[in-house]
């Protein structure tokens, strides 16, 4: 079978768009080894600082307000540790899978909810 210049290029050309989406990392990644990353790592590390505040005072509290602190101060850790480590994202991980889940925010609500009657 013969191939002419213009197929040979058309295969090459291909070859090479398939080989640039391999090698193109996340836009999360890219994002995350910017400045703009840095920013929210910071940010996330001090939401996670405040989950800690939040946490002592859960301690003083007793009763539902307490339970409902301490619920609150572990969604608000989950946050802010997923974008604290944004720059650890590895192959096996998901920043996703760090993030509290819907249920957990349902939860929350509810529990918010009742102390507010």
Known sequence: ???TRRQLTRIIE???II???EDRESELR???QGRGGNNVRKAG???ASAASMIQQEAQIQTGKM??????ISEFVEKVGSSLANLGSLSE???MADDLPTVAELK???KDIQKLER
């Open 1 to 3: 079978m013969k191939i």
């Open 14 to 16: 291909k070859e090479m």
């Open 19 to 21: 080989l640039e989406q």
């Open 30 to 32: 890219e994002f995350s």
């Open 45 to 47: 590390g001090k939401i």
């Open 66 to 71: 307490r339970e409902t602190l301490f619920n």
């Open 92 to 94: 096996e991980s998901s």
């Open 107 to 109: 939860r929350l609500q």
